[in-house]
């Protein structure tokens, strides 16, 4: 088990900001409200394959875990 400071620093470097961060982002998204979590998590994807595009593999790397996160914590969760 983590302490709260080694999950800070794991999110950071898993998805480049908090997982509450994340979750803000997210919740407060217009294309969440409007399209759902699914297109939000598509938008991301295609984040990713630009900053492939463009050599940022580490930004890429961020950005499909957050993609990741979204699909697992409100895509997957609604297919139950």
């Not at 088990?1 to 998204?29: F, N």
């Not at 294309?31 to 994807?45: I, K, P, W």
Request: some cysteine; proline content about 0%; overall charge negative.
């Amino acid at each position: 088990m983590r302490t709260a400071t080694e999950q800070q620093a794991w999110e950071q470097q898993c998805y480049g900001c908090s997982a509450a961060e994340l979750r803000a982002s997210v919740e407060g998204s217009i294309t969440a409200r409007l399209s759902g979590y699914g297109m939000v998590a598509m938008s991301m994807l295609s984040d990713a394959q630009e900053e492939l595009a463009r050599n940022m593999n580490e930004q890429a790397r961020q950005t499909i875990n957050r993609a990741k996160w979204v699909i697992g914590t409100y895509v997957m969760k609604r297919e139950d």
